[in-house]
């Protein structure tokens, strides 16, 4: 048995359920239209992550269709539901001219009015935006990612600088 290498996983989607009675599954990425589908040799799905190897995939309505190699029965899929839907981490890194995946971001400081308020842990989104979720030493900060609030991005010191309003809620009285 080979032993693999441990590899950072980002959650990427939910398998939300089985797919027709070939072990075919139905996924709902986080992201409305993700371009990792077309890159996938092998997803992660579960806690702790089960690895799978894709053997096809393909957009239906608002997700994704996979075939994977060894959930080959409607009940191998169904085992599967309500799952998280994992990828390697490698997978969302950027080129130079291409825009950024949320998660080169994750675990950046966020300076607001030049003080460190926190740090990026996650990231939401209401469908129309982007949000850093970010830690605070009070309460934890929900910042729309709109270009309007960004002064500044330093991917070799991990940081980046906001421009928010005066009474942004978390902020103010500070």
Known sequence: ???????SLLKAGTVTK???IKGEIFVRPLHPHPDWPSKLKEVFIGEPPQVFQVESHRPHKQG???KLKGCDTRNAS??????????????????????????????????????TVGYIQGFSSNGT??????????TPLSIPFIPDYIEDMNFSKRRIKLHLPLDFPGLANE
């Open 1 to 7: 048995m080979t032993k693999r290498k441990k590899i």
């Open 18 to 20: 089985a797919h027709g």
């Open 64 to 66: 994704w269709i996979f």
């Open 78 to 115: 169904e085992a599967l539901q309500k799952q998280p839907f994992l990828l390697a981490k490698t997978l969302f890194k950027s080129l130079k001219g291409e825009s950024i995946y949320l998660a080169e971001l994750s675990g950046f400081s966020v300076e607001v009015k030049g003080r």
């Open 129 to 138: 935006q982007d949000y850093l979720e970010v830690s605070t030493n009070k």
